[in-house]
């Protein structure tokens, strides 16, 4: 089969010239063509059944888009966005790669002049130094042997000494801990006040309880805050040895620059013969040299952070926020460590990104907290966002922990989990990476616990209470945290419905939102909209987002194609609250447009199916709600939903076609939408009556005959329209000749401004040219046009003209009908067999397969010559 693709939902006709061109009905093509359009994500947007562009129906199949079709992938690069600029992390790694430049330098010199003095000097002349030489040396040599052999511990003292703690630093040593532990016990309040001076001292009192608790259930020590010896307070506490250490090679250096000028200034006094003059001055210059090197590296590291404030530049530049300067330290000690420890260049390959997985995967809070700070920023940052994402999306572990993050309920973790929820989100918002996280085990019971409002059975995501913890109870992880004051619940469930709706626009990843137990229905608890707050003139954006957001996942759900869509569109039916909801918002949500829209859309999803269709109707007012919406909305896009929604309820259900006619006026009503200007309107009105002339059954019968009085309007339609309002007419037109005879129809002809007989049997003719072969934006244009041809076969009796039909069959023969129906007997296809599509997959399918019209109407043609000659 050989697929043509076509132009866009909405451009016009697709092949009308080409179709226009050939006369007759030709010969037979060798194979069918079909126009496909493709299905844009999320284009079934508001414009569902409009026909306008970049909207799809489900009146007509769309195909699913493939991975690589728009899925919406960043650059390749971090700049992305940023002309090319390179991460600024990269001058800190660019500074770690010079300062070990001059560290291993200096440790060179060191080690040469070291082996030097104990070779030559203290080996060969010991016994010929002079007093002064023989104790400057040894002091040079003690101390910068000391630095060099202890320079990659005193490293590791530094990086562990690292400030990382976002609390403060309430808990530096053993000692303070327990004076403090004793009197948050006694009295809170004055334990804060004696900590820090202003502030809220109530807040306080309970921040430093929830770090005393997460002090305590913390089971492995804390390295900056481990105490070397016992009853030594905060003098041996490690990140003070890191940094008496610091100051220890600082004065090393500073002594041996002073004993090796003193000596070289005075080499005169250089006692000794021979070798001794020559091997001591070379001893003091190779100290010397080796002390200035060092000196110069921390003068060359205090520049460039302290008066060029490098590491603020680049947290400024990287939008780190307040805790950057934090962040950047740890950065750079990693990257130094690392061009000290192996090769120079070993830290220039680290980046932030993975430097901040590497913490997001440690066991300490502070370390967690910064590492999915810089992730969160990064995720948010349109220059790195590309970048960032990628490569946390290739790394399972990195992913897996995110994932897991959205589960830590304890207090002191909210800062955690929010931003590791801001990354997944923007995670699950590229195609790849959304089937890496669906695909973690638990990952959508993970997302359904940011959907907790703290109120026992989901009711509304509009108002969950503010919730605080209070005391050691909120440090158990595996349970949600008490009411309380401060908790706020709802960022995290419109993080977690934001998660839901990016994960949704994959089929499978509906199916395992489907099968996840509880989820839909606390999905489904979110559109709950109080009329109070609807009604209200002054409602916050933020106060009806949750709403907003859970009915565009219920949307995606009940437009999922497939087995699973049917699956899902009956268990939203099967949810009582539902239809009351979308029904709430459609009665009292006029302040709020967006909302009605998604409203309809569900609707129009849910009546795809029987139970749908049932639970819909069985709810009072929302019939009511959808035809006043459709006749009086000012708003010609929600009006265009009403209508979709009204045509999907009546199509093959005679309870939908009760429930409308329920009103007096309703059919009045749509012949005059026949008649509007917009053509979204007049294309719904017709759906309607159509399936209400084809569905209604006997009992309405009688009343439908008043329908004909619209086949003026749609026979015009059908000589001057085209598309789909084309198509609907001419189905509309079939169902209304049900209730008259062909004369009455020739009348009406001319009512219409149609010439004679003969110019709508052409107009037939032309479209069958124009169409071909099945087109997928208009699926029933040719059944429509070939059940028309029956009917005015059967209604002219075969005559020539002496009878009230006007003799169509003869008239059919001329125009070459019989040639177009013999190409169309073999071009047809399933396409044309269905009233709906969930995607591909037809749903409903007609009665008669749209092959057995076609031998219908050859036969009745044949006939009808045969009997004439």
């Not at 799809?56 to 899925?71: D, L, V």
């Not at 807040?203 to 030594?232: G, I």
């Not at 330290?329 to 690392?338: G, I, L, P, Q, V």
């Not at 759906?687 to 009688?702: D, M, N, P, T, W």
Request: net charge neutral.
């Amino acid at each position: 089969m050989k697929y043509k693709k076509g132009r866009d939902a909405g451009g016009g006709e697709s092949n009308g010239d080409d179709g226009g061109s050939r006369k007759g009905g030709g010969d037979v093509p060798p194979s069918i063509q079909l126009d496909i359009m493709e299905h844009r994500a999320g284009g079934r947007g508001s414009g569902l059944g409009t026909g306008g562009p970049r909207s799809t129906s489900f009146f007509e199949p769309w195909r699913e888009q493939t991975p690589g079709s728009g899925s919406g992938h960043g650059s390749s690069g971090r700049s992305g966005g940023g002309g090319g600029r390179e991460p600024p992390e990269k001058r800190v790694t660019l500074l770690a790669l010079r300062l070990a430049v001059l560290e291993k330098a200096a440790s060179g010199v060191g080690m040469l002049d070291f082996m030097w003095a104990t070779v030559v000097l203290l080996g060969g002349f010991a016994s010929a130094l002079t007093i002064t030489d023989f104790w400057c040396v040894t002091v040079i040599l003690v101390g910068e042997g000391a630095r060099v052999f202890s320079r990659s511990h005193e490293l590791e003292w530094q990086h562990h000494a690292t400030q990382t703690s976002t609390a403060g630093g309430a808990l530096r040593s053993s000692s303070r801990f327990f004076r403090h532990f004793v009197r948050a016990m006694a009295d809170p309040a004055a334990a804060a006040v004696n900590g820090g001076g202003g502030g809220d001292a109530r807040a306080r009192a309970e921040m430093f309880q929830r770090q005393v608790v997460a002090f305590v259930k913390q089971r492995a020590w804390h390295a900056p805050d481990v105490s070397l010896l016992p009853y030594t307070g905060w003098v041996f506490v490690s990140r003070k040895i890191g940094r008496l250490l610091s100051w220890l090679q600082l004065l090393s250096a500073f002594t041996c620059v002073a004993l090796s000028l003193m000596r070289l200034w005075k080499h005169g006094d250089l006692g000794g013969d021979g070798n001794m003059r020559p091997a001591l001055l070379l001893f003091y210059t190779l100290a010397l040299v080796e002390a200035s090197l060092f000196l110069f590296e921390k003068a060359y590291w205090i520049w460039k952070c302290s008066v060029c404030r490098l590491l603020q530049q680049v947290s400024d530049e990287c939008e780190l926020g307040a805790y950057g300067l934090v962040s950047l330290n740890r950065f750079f000690y990693d990257a130094y460590s690392r061009c000290i420890a192996g090769s120079i260049f070993d830290g220039i390959k680290m980046d932030l990104v993975s430097f901040a997985e590497d913490l997001i995967l440690s066991d300490f809070l502070d370390e967690q907290i910064i590492g999915v700070r810089i992730l969160e920023r990064f995720a948010n940052s349109d220059r790195s966002a590309a970048d960032t994402l990628r490569k946390v999306g290739t790394s399972p572990r990195s992913v897996e922990r995110l994932v897991e993050m959205l589960n830590w309920k304890r207090l002191d973790e909210e800062e955690v989990r929010r931003c590791a929820a801001e990354v997944v989100s923007k995670l699950a918002g590229k195609r790849q990476n959304a089937l890496r996280v669906s695909a973690i085990p638990g990952s959508i019971e993970s997302i359904m616990s940011l959907l907790h409002t703290g109120r026992g059975p989901p009711m509304s995501g509009m108002h969950p209470p503010q919730q605080l913890v209070h005391g050691a109870a909120a440090a158990d992880r595996e349970t949600s945290p008490p009411a309380g004051r401060g908790y706020d619940h709802l960022p995290f469930n419109l993080l977690g419905l934001r998660i839901l709706k990016k994960l949704a626009r994959d089929h499978d990843n509906c199916g395992k939102i489907g099968n996840a137990r509880g989820l839909l229905a606390k999905i489904v608890g979110f559109t709950e909209a109080s009329p109070a707050l609807l009604r209200n003139p002054h409602v916050t954006d933020s106060q009806v987002r949750a709403v907003k957001l859970a009915l565009q996942v219920v949307k995606m759900l009940v437009s999922t194609t497939g087995n699973t869509g049917k699956a899902l569109r009956e268990e939203v039916a099967e949810n009582v609250f539902t239809v009351s909801n979308l029904r709430h918002i459609l009665r009292y949500g006029q302040q709020h447009r967006e909302l009605q829209k998604l409203s309809t859309d569900v609707l129009t999803g849910m009546a795809m199916e029987d139970s749908g269709k049932d639970t819909i109707v069985g709810t009072g007012g929302v019939v009511k709600l959808l035809l006043s919406i459709f006749f009086n909305s000012q708003d010609t896009d929600l009006g265009r939903e009403a209508g979709e929604a009204l045509a999907m309820l009546v199509l093959e259900s005679e309870a939908g076609c009760a429930a409308i006619l329920k009103r007096d006026d309703v059919l009045d009503q749509l012949v005059s939408a026949l008649q509007d200007d917009g053509d979204a309107r007049r294309l719904n009105a017709a759906r309607v009556l159509r399936s209400l002339c084809a569905y209604s059954g006997e009992k309405h019968r009688e009343r439908l005959r008043a329908v004909t009085k619209a086949l003026p309007a749609v026979l015009h339609a059908t000589m001057v329209d085209s598309d789909k309002i084309l198509e609907v007419s001419l189905g509309l037109t079939t169902e209304i000749c049900r209730f008259i005879d062909g004369q009455r129809f020739a009348a009406e002809l001319r009512s219409a401004g149609v010439a004679d007989e003969r110019a709508y049997v052409e107009r037939l003719a032309s479209i069958l040219r124009q169409y071909r072969y099945p087109e997928i934006r208009v699926p029933r244009m040719r059944r429509f046009v070939v059940q028309q041809v029956i009917w005015l076969m059967t209604s002219s009796g075969g005559g020539r003209g002496d009878d009230g039909g006007g003799g169509y069959v003869e008239l059919l023969r001329e125009v070459g009908m019989e040639r177009l129906l013999q190409s169309i007997a073999d071009t047809t296809s399933e396409l044309e067999c269905y009233h709906v599509f969930s995607g591909s997959v037809g749903i409903g399918k007609h009665r008669e397969s749209f092959s057995a019209i076609v031998d219908s109407a050859l036969e009745l043609i044949a006939g009808s010559s045969d009997g004439g000659a």
